[in-house]
């Protein structure tokens, strides 16, 4: 008998030690404590993270996103304590009527910016120079434990889903290591190019493409060869597209992000060593050209690519061609109706898998029908 109480004494201390440890646990909790709050909104498109005035200074005026990368981290994996782990790309979109000048760099008018998480595509260049293997996963830190996400992408203001870089910072995930380019800073005849291509800068600069790239550069029909290394082109942007982004990506472009086959990659030459560039207008003022001075002179084909870069890993046929987005509004209050109408009808238009009339592009226009996004939660 009395082991028997001896028993049953045990059995309710093991009992009592097993639950201790499992309210431990629970309390452990402490950091599945939200930050921020967040507000749903109907249609399930717009979600809104809202800071407190005290976070929404120090986010907006000290640039986090840009130069806090921890206070990012905590931010992303908030938002991941609230919604799914189903998200290729996360799109940060402070509530703005205006870019803050505060998010303005060297560089950039801070419009948009692109934070790499992941890359699991073989064949479009790597993040380091002699990598043998491109492929790498940061999202586990950033709070995407299934390895889902790929970049997140913060624009300045409310209006940059249908009039900004939104399609040049989602190239951002494919072309950052494609080619070594170079651009330079300012018109005149003593100037030197400096490098600003894969791992420097990551844009096209003084690079032809079949149309201007969304990561800037020329339209390769447009060039004249002079004597001296001399060429003139038609005028455009190193660092973004010459029309506000409304434009489709170029081939190149497609090409990196699995929408084309490399074969339908057109020549385009890649000028570097630039030591003069002016600007002048043929006719009419608003028919600029612009002539340049550069030493080096490479032309890519299609062949020299596959070179280059390697196979595609996957390739057109098995790439992905859908991404989720998720859009989060960063602000210091609820929205008012007129904001959430005004956002939530740029995300429908943003990715509505179907060509209109209107000058700017969405996803669906600028791949040409290949590739789609779904905002949405
Ligand atoms: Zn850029």
Known sequence: MKIFYKSIILFWSILLFLSCNSID?????????????????KNNRVATLIMNDEQYNDWVENNTFKKNKSNLIKLTKDIYKEFPDKYDFIILLLNESKTPKSLETESAKGEGSFQPV??????????????????????????SSEGKLKG??????????????????????????????????????????????RNNGSHWGFTGGNVNGQLGGFIQSTLQEYDDSTY?????????????????????????????????????????????????????????????????????????LKELLGKRIPDVNDSQKNFK???????????????????????EWFHKKEFDNLPEYNFYEATKGKGSITIGY
Not at 25 to 41: A, F, R, T, V
Not at 251 to 272: H, R, T
Request: charge should be negative.
């Open 25 to 41: 646990d629970l309390s452990n909790g402490e950091d599945e404590e939200l930050i921020y709050n967040y507000e749903k909104h």
């Open 118 to 143: 992941s890359n699991d595509i073989n064949g479009i260049g790597c993040i380091i120079a002699q990598c043998t293997n491109p492929i790498y996963s940061n999202s586990n830190l950033f709070g």
């Open 152 to 197: 997140v992408i913060h624009l300045g203001n409310r209006k940059l889903i249908k009039n900004g870089p939104i399609l040049h910072e989602l190239m951002h995930h494919w072309a950052n290591h494609a080619l070594e380019t170079e651009s330079v800073s300012n018109y005149g005849n003593n100037i030197s190019s400096f490098p600003f291509g």
């Open 232 to 304: 003139s082109v038609n005028k455009f942007e190193p660092v973004r597209h010459i029309n506000d982004y409304h434009a489709p990506y170029n081939e190149l472009e497609l090409y990196l992000a699995g929408m084309l086959p490399i074969d339908s990659v057109k020549d385009f030459d890649v000028f570097k060593n630039i030591t003069s560039l002016s600007l002048y207008a043929i006719g009419s003022a608003s028919n600029k050209r612009m002539r340049f001075k550069a030493s080096s002179r490479t032309t890519y084909t299609s062949e020299y």
């Open 325 to 347: 987005i998720l859009l989060m509004v960063i602000s210091n209050n609820s929205l008012t109706n007129e904001e959430f109408n005004q956002i939530d009808a740029d995300a």
